[in-house]
């Protein structure tokens, strides 16, 4: 018995990015989601809006000054809740991670810096505020 995937055969494109997604879910947290997982929809979803966004918003690093245009014609506001999105997303990720954290057993990236943080002596710092979650989405932008 064949198993029905969530895409047509004539969609690739989604068929595509759900399985490198989930590639680099599971490099990243250690987990693979299953297609039709909600918290994995809504990951696609965020990372979906964030390339969107950026590519709209990008002329605010060029003229700061269009940040305040009266309503968000730029999208910036929408980029920065999604980033905060993002962020809880790869923060709860973290948070589970270290609570359950066993240095001889490194089965992913967040475990992999996890040891090395421990390394160094700042496991127990202000780990999960921006040290990792401002450079982790340099991870996920590969998530299509």
């Known amino acids: 018995m064949q198993k029905k995937l969530?895409?047509?055969?004539?969609?690739?494109?989604s068929l595509t990015a759900t399985a490198t997604?989930?590639?680099?879910?599971?490099?990243?947290?250690?987990?693979r989601f299953e297609y039709h997982d909600k918290?994995?929809?809504?990951?696609?979803a965020l990372m979906d809006i964030f390339f969107i966004n950026s590519t709209v918003s990008a002329a605010l690093d060029f003229f700061p000054l269009l940040r305040y245009l009266p309503g968000d014609p730029f999208n910036y506001y929408a980029s920065l809740r999604n980033v905060a999105e993002l962020n809880a997303f790869i923060g709860e990720a973290i948070r589970e991670h270290r609570d359950?954290?066993?240095?001889g057993n490194v089965e992913d990236f967040t475990d992999a810096y996890?040891?090395?943080?421990?390394?160094?002596?700042?496991?127990?710092?202000?780990?999960?505020?921006?040290?990792?979650?401002t450079e982790f989405p340099t991870v996920l932008v590969c998530i299509p």
């Open 21 to 31: 997604s989930n590639i680099i879910c599971s490099m990243a947290f250690g987990s």
């Open 6 to 13: 969530p895409c047509s055969s004539s969609d690739v494109h």
């Open 100 to 103: 359950h954290f066993s240095p």
């Open 39 to 44: 918290e994995f929809k809504k990951l696609q």
């Open 114 to 133: 996890l040891h090395k943080m421990q390394e160094h002596g700042h496991l127990h710092t202000n780990f999960t505020g921006n040290c990792f979650t």
